[in-house]
């Protein structure tokens, strides 16, 4: 068998329906094709509502695994007051948080899908009217009323976030990130390992080591 000939091995050659080897032009056209295809997925079932967020604070959809669900809501366990998940995806968390009896229980969701998503989910575990999935921005909710924070968000946004969240909370509040912790806190206490870890802060301790790092920095 000559190299280059049909079926010899590291031959490369894509090829079309009919087994017809494509020509640059007919590559050219497929990746054309696949890029519309993997846009349109993106704007239209991962980011639709996200048009007025500014492109370097946009999260795409993740869902939390069993394993990191657990594990956030332990750490969240017997407390209470309002419970808030920043980007609440199919509602997975929220629901959970609901069952543990946080409440109230609320997602914080841009994604009109996914709120769909977490309205049937809800009715289906008869929690219809419980808890709420509302379409808003996280970046402009008020969280000076929340008292649990859940987040499972990028960790390019974690800066800014962390900024918004000292602004906000009150004192007696918890943030538990899931997947990525924030790179400038000192968590309160961590559960899991790899992916499934997740680590839990409280605004008060935060807020103290903000203010001796601060006059640690002063005095040198
Ligand atoms: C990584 S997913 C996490 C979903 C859910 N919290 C979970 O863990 O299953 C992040 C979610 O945040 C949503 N999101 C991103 N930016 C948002 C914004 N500015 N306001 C509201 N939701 C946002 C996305 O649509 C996505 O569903």
């Not at 329906?17 to 990746?31: F, K, Q, S, T």
């Not at 994604?111 to 989910?121: A, D, I, M, T």
Request: charged share 20%; net charge positive; with cysteine.
């Amino acid at each position: 068998m000559e190299p280059g000939e049909p079926g010899e091995p590291g031959e490369e050659a894509w090829r079309g329906p009919g087994g017809a080897p494509l020509g640059g032009r007919a590559l050219l056209e497929l990746a054309v094709a696949s890029g519309v295809a993997a846009w349109a997925a993106w704007a239209v079932l991962l980011m639709p509502g996200f048009r007025r967020v500014p492109l370097r604070l946009q999260v795409p959809y993740q869902p939390a695994g069993p394993q990191q669900a657990a594990n956030a809501l332990a750490l969240l366990r017997g407390r209470s007051g309002k419970t808030v998940d920043l980007g609440s995806g199919d509602g997975r968390l929220v629901l959970e948080a609901y069952k543990q009896g946080l409440r109230p229980a609320i997602g914080y969701e841009l994604n009109p899908w996914l709120l769909c998503l977490s309205h049937y989910r809800a009715w289906k575990a008869g929690y219809h009217g419980k808890v709420s999935f509302l379409k808003k921005d996280l970046w402009k909710v008020d969280l000076s009323d929340c008292h649990n924070v859940i987040v499972f968000l990028a960790p390019s946004v974690k800066p800014p976030l962390a900024t918004k969240l000292l602004a906000e909370l009150p004192d007696e509040a918890r943030v538990v990130a899931g997947r990525f912790p924030f790179p400038s806190w000192t968590p309160t206490s961590t559960l899991g390992q790899g992916l499934e870890q997740v680590w839990a802060y409280d605004m008060k301790e935060v807020r103290r080591a903000a203010q001796s790092s601060t006059e640690g920095s002063r005095v040198q």
